[in-house]
């Protein structure tokens, strides 16, 4: 596709379940970010992707929180436990290159909304 | 408090009308700034970006970076409806900092009235 694709676009799930989120950045972009974004919180930043390594891991907000990389390409948030204060939109990013400027740009996608009952 | 701080509005202007929004930031390290729209359920798009202090104009959008203040700006002229949105900033302290991530504002939410 031309765009940053994620799935499922909703979830809606019961406390203590694990869910999965899928993200598929751009062809051939090798940087991917996650964010989180609630009501009145902005996007906070989750984890980044260089490649399949993430050397950035400070943003997951506890150890419920685990993310992967394969390929290059897809990556997959895992919340395990899902409690209700997880209830966002998990939004995913790539750049073509990892760099810190806008001159890279990070593309978006729509994201997933999650809410935990 | 947090690193960035933005007015979450709502802002409401007459179509035409000159818009201003505003960050203020505490981390003097961050020399990336950029401007993102976000319409309501899509994810956010780059609007502009400028690298440490200054001024930088595309169209009806320009970006100012005052970082003696710490204060960054976006102002958008002849406002139009299809600009209603939320507009968030973020910036980014660089490869020094052993991170590329960005911290974001919480978005300022604008209302255009036609």
């Known amino acids: 596709g031309a765009g940053v694709s994620q799935s499922p676009s909703n979830k809606v799930t019961e406390k203590g379940k694990d869910v999965e989120l899928r993200c598929d950045p751009i062809?051939?972009?090798?940087?991917l970010y996650w964010y989180r974004q609630s009501l009145g919180q902005g996007l906070e930043f989750l984890i980044y992707?260089?490649?399949?390594?993430?050397?950035?891991k400070s943003g997951l907000p506890s150890d419920r929180f685990s993310a992967e990389r394969t390929g290059g390409s897809v990556s997959t948030l895992t919340i395990q436990r899902t409690q209700q204060e997880d209830s966002a939109v998990y939004l995913c990013?790539?750049?073509?290159?990892?760099?810190?400027?806008?001159?890279?740009?990070?593309?978006f996608g729509p994201g997933t909304r999650l809410t935990v009952l | 408090q947090k690193e960035v701080e933005q007015d979450p509005g709502p802002l409401s202007v007459p179509e035409g009308a000159i818009v201003s929004l505003n960050c203020t930031y505490s981390n003097s390290a961050f020399q990336y700034f950029m401007w993102y729209r976000q319409y309501s359920r899509k994810g956010p798009e780059l609007l502009m970006y400028?690298?440490?202090?200054g001024n930088k104009e595309d169209g009806r959008f320009t970006a100012q970076v005052d970082k003696s203040s710490k204060y960054i700006s976006l102002f958008i002229r002849d406002s139009q409806p299809s600009d209603s949105a939320t507009y968030l900033c973020a910036m980014s302290a660089g490869q020094g900092s052993g991170t590329y991530k960005y911290i974001f504002g919480t978005g300022t939410r604008l209302k255009v009235l036609a």
């Open positions: 990013a790539s750049s073509l290159v990892m760099s810190a400027g806008g001159d890279n740009e990070q593309f």
């Open positions: 400028t690298y440490s202090s």
């Open positions: 992707f260089q490649g399949n390594s993430a050397p950035d």
């Open positions: 062809s051939g972009h090798t940087a």
